[in-house]
């Protein structure tokens, strides 16, 4: 029953409390997602061909990584395009086709292996397994593995049996595959139906009896319908929300900062200052832009910075205003200047450009806490269809990130130029980014970062990359 | 929802903007009065109020899943009430004799039972109409078809959106389970004795049971639900329309019947909490050193399976879990509220420097935002998350802030925004709520380590004309 009293010591990057000498801190560190179980987690996709297994593999690996699960997917069709080189056609997938088993169940335990890898040696924590494991022996063989290794399984299952929507997956994604990269549109499409064909012979759906045990989602007809069994932790309850969140309906997604306020003008940074006479030029210039895009039940949301409001109003449609959209908080940094920081503050203007993603404001916040606070529109933005967001050069960057799948080392750095819009469209696996200059002047506010991050550095080359102002 | 372009100029001068002085909101105005519409981001941005139908069998957990349900959706801003139609009933019955009432071939019995429910949506119209209501529940059984028709009727003539709700369960222990938990306490058993009561209710769920009609896969897939399979192992989830359907599905997704404790309590006395000063991120003073030791000792003492114990990422608290010697987890999410410009100051600071703040601040507590801070309301946007994990969760240790502590209590306890921001909520004391019943059962622990009183009553002036000792009346004593 000692009575010591820990010394308590701030992290001057993070700027979190930490004990001077621990080995009970738990690791995480105030993330979104608490890192309560060290086992790792296998997502295993279960379906036919053309149920777009691929599609909500990428999708929620590019959520989890940007939440802060490191997260990666490992593609089955992939090792046997490696493996096999050349794609003759659908009977290397014929169920009797001996050799190609051989070689199919290769490339899946080489998969297996190389997930045992990346969470092993790579501190990887979500490993998403992307092949139609449409057989309960191939499904047993993850299991095993998974159980010698304890790690977590849990199967997303898609199930789809509208022949439409089958057909704009195959055009969608298939025809450009590299397996009909010499094929005419209707051949590939032949083919590829055929292939699907044999995999229905041996599928055996997930059975809400016999696998009453493991972990699943079964999604039905891209959302309509899901059964959930058993969420085993708080990773598989985010993954079940998400799922249940996003869509396929086609739509396009806006985003851009606030005109030019006067505290851009003077190269200050954060505050809640009115736009320039050049910001309010460019929100009129967005409002003839937006109107010109003739976008159906467009929703259009801010933050709750007069910067951003001033801008939306000119546009004269209903806004909505977020909290969650406000500008990264720069504590005690707020309304100075680059060059005041550097004199200021030395030391933080160094650590910042050491790490700028988790660097955290005293007093303030980090680019890692943006993104924590977020998420919850990132999710609205998955419910939604057409949306214009106008928001902050800090906070553009996380969204950009996540629509782009940037890391968390590029993120800090992502343009995001002001008088610029952003034209985001869904398309096969990703998107597809337009970059709209609005042609209105402003000031720019991206600073570089410099070559020298010491903290011993000169102020001259603190302020190096800084860019021009009043 | 897009503006007509075509009658207007094009060049249309934005609105001025002016910042409402309570919440800090920046909104537009017109002729020197601000625009009626405030464009805030509600959770519920649908004009469309919602029915909430649950569909089970009796000691489902239908009245448990009803009440929870109500309770998260109104401490995170979504006005929610309950309609029990069983309630109703009693009102109507006065005196229950047996289960014969629910006979299905008992007409009279069927005749007030029907009323009985039209009642209830009669006043869930209200609710939802003139109330200004945006969910109501209504939980019966609904286990017909023919039931589930007519409330679909009603929510189509009102323009109301519908999700059910059902609840299957066949596992005999968690029906006996919910029996001794929530029936035998019922006014229906009053003078019943326990044997009487249960041989009583089983025949009553019986009655149901002939008549039942599952919601179905084929039949019913153009409704939107979810049905929750023994308490939670499974659910299925079809047609979620809205934003706050998918709300109210993670939810309940999340939600266990597990029992465990919770146990809330604010890190030990700060050097700034001995002067008087709010916010900041100072360390222990020697009391609350001597506080985080006992609060080590009760820890121990309560014997306390699998306890998590999570603090915020203030110094104060992190010291505090230091002297458990357990692994602790920091949420920046349970962080003090932060009050902007106020930070570190006394309240008699705050009336020198910001009288009218302090002024507003007594009028709306719960809303109002410290300049460059946040106010109650925010902090609970902010707190969702960490509601929704210790939902998940079992025994949980939560070491806090004052303003934290009391929007979690608010949850727990069912408190209104108008209570919430001056719940007690002291140094030195441990609350321990275990969930029982339909609610929470709260003990108050005090560590018996002295310290400050951090607690400032509404004041009886609340005017911004207000002189200085009049808002100050109500300030604890400090150094």
Not at chain 2, 448 to 466: G, L, M, Q, Y
Request: hydrophobic share 35%; net charge neutral; with cysteine.
């Amino acid at each position: 029953m000692s009575h010591k009293q820990t010394k308590l010591t701030q992290n001057p990057l993070q700027k979190i409390w930490v004990p001077w000498m621990s080995s009970k801190l738990s690791r995480r560190r105030g993330s979104s997602v608490p890192q309560f179980t060290n086992s790792p987690t296998m997502i295993v996709m279960v379906g036919l061909p053309a149920r777009g297994k691929t599609y909500i593999s990428k999708k929620l690996t590019r959520y989890l990584n940007w939440i802060g699960v490191p997260t990666k997917v490992f593609n089955v069709g992939q090792y046997r395009r490696d493996a096999v080189r050349t794609y003759k056609n659908f009977e290397f997938f014929r169920p009797d086709n001996e050799e190609a088993m051989k070689i199919r169940k290769a490339c899946a335990r080489s998969a297996l292996s190389d997930v045992g890898t990346y969470f092993m040696l790579e501190h990887g924590q979500a490993a998403v397994f992307d092949a139609t494991n449409t057989t309960r022996e191939r499904r047993e063989i993850i299991l095993s593995y998974a159980k010698d290794n304890g790690y977590k399984v849990f199967f997303i299952e898609s199930i789809c049996d509208d022949p439409e929507i089958i057909a704009e997956n195959i055009k969608q994604v298939k025809l450009s595959s590299p397996d009909y990269i010499d094929c005419d549109k209707e051949e590939a499409v032949a083919d590829f139906l055929k292939r699907i064909e044999c995999y229905k012979v041996t599928y055996v759906p997930l059975d809400d009896d016999k696998d009453s045990h493991l972990s699943y989602i079964k999604i039905f007809n891209v959302g309509s319908r899901y059964l959930v069994n058993r969420v085993q932790d708080h990773i598989q309850s985010r993954i079940v929300y998400y799922l249940m969140n996003i869509h396929v309906t086609p739509r396009t997604i806006y985003l851009c900062r606030h005109g030019e306020s006067e505290l851009n003008l003077v190269g200050r940074i954060g505050g809640d200052s009115g736009l320039s006479p050049r910001g309010s030029q460019f929100a009129g210039a967005l409002g003839k832009y937006i109107k010109s895009q003739s976008i159906p039940d467009l929703k259009v949301w801010t933050s709750h910075m007069k910067r951003t409001i001033q801008t939306a109003e000119a546009l004269g449609v209903a806004y909505e205003q977020w909290k969650a959209l406000n500008e990264i908080d720069a504590g005690v940094c707020e309304d100075l200047t680059y060059e005041e920081i550097q004199a200021n503050y030395p030391e933080e203007f160094a650590l910042r450009d050491q790490d700028k993603y988790r660097y955290r404001y005293p007093k303030g916040e980090s680019y890692e806490d943006l993104v924590q606070r977020l998420e919850p529109v990132i999710m609205e933005l998955e419910r939604q269809e057409n949306v214009l967001v106008v928001c902050h050069q800090a906070v553009m960057r996380c969204l950009l990130a996540y629509f782009l799948d940037k890391s968390a080392e590029e993120l800090p750095y992502l343009k995001c130029p002001l008088h610029t819009v952003l034209k985001l469209t869904p398309v096969a696996y990703g998107c597809k980014v337009e970059s709209v200059s609005l042609n209105i002047e402003a000031v720019n506010t991206h600073r570089d970062r410099p070559a020298n991050v010491e903290v011993s550095r000169e102020p001259e080359e603190a302020l190096l990359t800084v860019p021009d102002h009043i | 929802m897009m503006a007509s372009y075509e009658d207007e100029p094009m060049e249309t001068s934005p609105r001025e903007l002016t910042q409402n002085p309570l919440r800090k909101i920046w909104m537009p105005y017109k002729n020197g009065l601000p625009e009626k519409h405030i464009p805030q981001r509600k959770v519920c941005m649908t004009n469309c109020p919602t029915l909430i139908v649950m569909v089970g069998l009796p000691a489902r957990g239908k009245t448990y899943i009803s009440k929870k349900l109500t309770r998260y959706l109104n401490w995170i801003g979504v006005p929610t009430k309950e309609f029990n139609v069983g309630q109703y009933r009693r009102e109507c019955l006065k005196i229950y004799k047996n289960f014969e009432f629910f006979r299905p071939d008992n007409e009279e019995g069927l005749t007030i039972r029907r009323q009985c429910a039209l009642t209830a949506l009669n006043d869930v119209r209200e609710y939802l109409g003139v109330e200004g209501g945006q969910v109501a529940v209504f939980d019966a059984t609904n286990t017909t078809r023919e039931r589930r028709n007519t409330i679909m009727k009603f929510a189509e003539q009102n323009e109301y959106k519908v999700f059910f709700v059902e609840s299957v369960c066949e596992d005999p222990n968690i029906i006996a389970e919910n029996i001794v938990q929530v029936k035998l306490g019922s006014p229906d058993y009053i003078d019943c004795n326990t044997e009487e009561a249960i041989e009583d209710f089983m025949k009553r769920i019986k009655c149901y049971e002939n008549s039942y009609q599952s919601l179905d896969e084929v039949l019913d897939r153009a409704l939107s639900y979810i049905k929750i399979m023994d308490v939670g192992r499974r659910y299925l989830v079809n047609r979620v329309q809205d934003h706050i359907q998918s709300r109210i599905v993670y939810y309940l997704m999340n939600i266990h019947i597990t029992p465990r404790s919770i146990y809330l309590c604010r890190h030990g006395e700060s050097d700034l909490n001995m002067k008087g000063r709010i916010g900041g991120d100072s360390g222990l003073s020697s009391r609350g050193k001597e506080f985080a030791q006992c609060l080590n000792h009760f820890i121990q003492e309560q014997n306390i399976k699998d306890l998590k114990v999570w603090t915020s990422q203030m110094k104060r608290t992190i010291q505090t879990a230091e002297a458990l010697s357990m692994p602790y987890e920091q949420w920046k999410a349970l962080n003090e509220i932060d009050a902007g410009v106020c930070e570190d100051m006394t309240y008699e600071e705050i009336q020198d420097h910001y009288p009218q703040e302090f002024a507003l601040r007594d009028q709306d507590k719960y809303r109002y935002r410290y300049p460059k801070g946040e106010s109650y309301e925010d902090l609970v946007q902010r707190l969702e998350p960490v509601i929704m994990e210790l939902e998940r969760q079992e025994n949980v240790l939560v070491v806090c802030h004052q303003a934290v502590m009391r929007c979690l209590l608010a949850y727990f306890l069912d408190k209104s925004a108008d209570e919430l921001p001056y719940l007690k909520c002291p140094l030195h004391s441990v609350l321990k709520l275990t969930p029982v019943a339909y609610g929470c059962k709260v003990e108050s622990i005090f560590l018996n380590v002295e310290a400050v009183n951090t607690h400032r009553d509404k004041p009886e002036n609340v005017n911004i004309s207000r002189l200085a000792k009049e808002a100050l009346f109500t300030v604890p004593a400090h150094q």
